[in-house]
C-alpha cells in the first residue's frame, strides 16, 4: 500500500487506563514529528484509527463509531489483546513503516442478524460474535435451519454465532474452532447442548459459508423472551419468531505491518 501523502490525519482513542493515557501521548507525538495530524476530537475524515487498550477497548470503539469504513490498528496496553497487533515498545517501527507507506489493509468479515417478530425487524451488527440465550439462566429451545434445510432443534445455554475474527474469543472458550481472518464463513456453536433421551443437538459446532444464512426460530415455554448478546452487550427482547444471519455486507479494515501474525498471536496468547 502506498502512502497516501495528502490525508494525514489520524484518531488516537484510548481507554482510561493509566498506560493507555501515557500511550496515547508517546504516540501522539512521534506521529507528529514525522508530520501527522492528530485531532482533538474524532475526525471522520482520517485515514487511520488507533485504538490503544485491549480487545475490549477495540470492540466498545468499533462499535461507538459505528463499524467505521476508515482502518483501525491496535496497541495493547495488558491485556489479551488478539486484535491489538502493536505494543507500547514498537512505536517507532510503526510510526516508519506509517510513514513510508509500509502497510496493508485488511478487510474483517462482521456477522450480521436480522431479528424478527411478527411485525417488524431489525438489524444487529456484531465484530466477534452474536448469542442468544434464555432469560434468566433458563434453557433455550431453538430451531435452527440453513438457508431452508432444517438442521436441528438446540436445547441448552444458547447458540453462539462467530465471524473469524471473533472465533479466538467466546467461541475459543466454548469448543469452537480457530478460523483463519481471511476466510469469509460464519461459526455456529452451541453452548452447554443437552443430550439425552429427552434432548439431542449437536455438540460440535459448524462453519457456514458466506453465501448461506443460518435461520434460528425460538420454541418458547414459559416465557417469550430471549437475550441477544452482541460483542458482550446484552439486550432482551419479547416475541421474536425468527432471527437470520449471515456474514455482513458491510466490513472494517484492519491496518497490519508485513506479514500476518494470526498462527504466532495464537501460540502466544493462548499456548
Ligand atoms: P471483556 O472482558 O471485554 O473480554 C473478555 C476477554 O476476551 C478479554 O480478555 C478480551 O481481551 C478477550 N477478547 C475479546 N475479543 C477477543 C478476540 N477476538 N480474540 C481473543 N480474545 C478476545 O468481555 P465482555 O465485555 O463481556 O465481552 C467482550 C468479548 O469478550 C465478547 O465479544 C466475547 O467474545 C468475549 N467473552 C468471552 C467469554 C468467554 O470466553 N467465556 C465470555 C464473555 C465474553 P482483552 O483482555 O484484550 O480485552
Known amino acids: 500500500m502506498t502512502n497516501n501523502t495528502e490525508n494525514k490525519k489520524i484518531n488516537i482513542i ?30 471522520y475524515d482520517a485515514f487511520l484509527n488507533i485504538c490503544i487498550g485491549g480487545d475490549g477497548a477495540f470492540l466498545r470503539t468499533v462499535h461507538n463509531f459505528n463499524f467505521p469504513n476508515i482502518p483501525f490498528i491496535g496497541v495493547n496496553t495488558g491485556h489479551l489483546g488478539f486484535f491489538q497487533e502493536l505494543c ?17 489493509i485488511n478487510e474483517i468479515f462482521l456477522v450480521e442478524a436480522q431479528v424478527c417478530t411478527r411485525n417488524s425487524c431489525i438489524e444487529l451488527i456484531g465484530l466477534n460474535e452474536i448469542v442468544i440465550k434464555g432469560i434468566n439462566s433458563k434453557t433455550i429451545h431453538l430451531n435452527i435451519c440453513i438457508d ?15 465471524t473469524p475474527i471473533g472465533s479466538t474469543a467466546y467461541n475459543f472458550s466454548s469448543g469452537g474452532s480457530l478460523v483463519f481472518p481471511s476466510l469469509e464463513v460464519l461459526q455456529v456453536t452451541p453452548l452447554s447442548p443437552i443430550n439425552s433421551k429427552v434432548y439431542r443437538s449437536l455438540t460440535t459446532s459448524v462453519i457456514v459459508p458466506n453465501d448461506m444464512v443460518i435461520k434460528l426460530h425460538p420454541e418458547y415455554r414459559d416465557e417469550n423472551s430471549i437475550l441477544i448478546v452482541v460483542d458482550g452487550k446484552q439486550y432482551k427482547y419479547d416475541n421474536i419468531i425468527e432471527i437470520n444471519f449471515k456474514v455482513s455486507t458491510m466490513k ?20
Open 14 to 43: 484510548h481507554n482510561n487506563d493509566t498506560d493507555s493515557i501515557e500511550t496515547a501521548s508517546v504516540l501522539e507525538k512521534k506521529l507528529k514529528e514525522k508530520g501527522f495530524l492528530v485531532p482533538k476530537g474524532y475526525n
Open 148 to 162: 431452508d434445510t432444517y438442521l436441528e432443534k438446540f436445547s441448552g445455554d444458547g447458540i453462539l454465532i462467530s
Open 252 to 271: 472494517i479494515n484492519k491496518l497490519t505491518l508485513g506479514h500476518d501474525n494470526f498462527w504466532s498471536n495464537v501460540r502466544n496468547k493462548f499456548l
Open 88 to 104: 507500547p515498545d514498537n512505536l517507532d517501527d510503526f510510526v516508519k513503516a506509517l510513514s513510508d507507506g509500509n502497510y496493508d
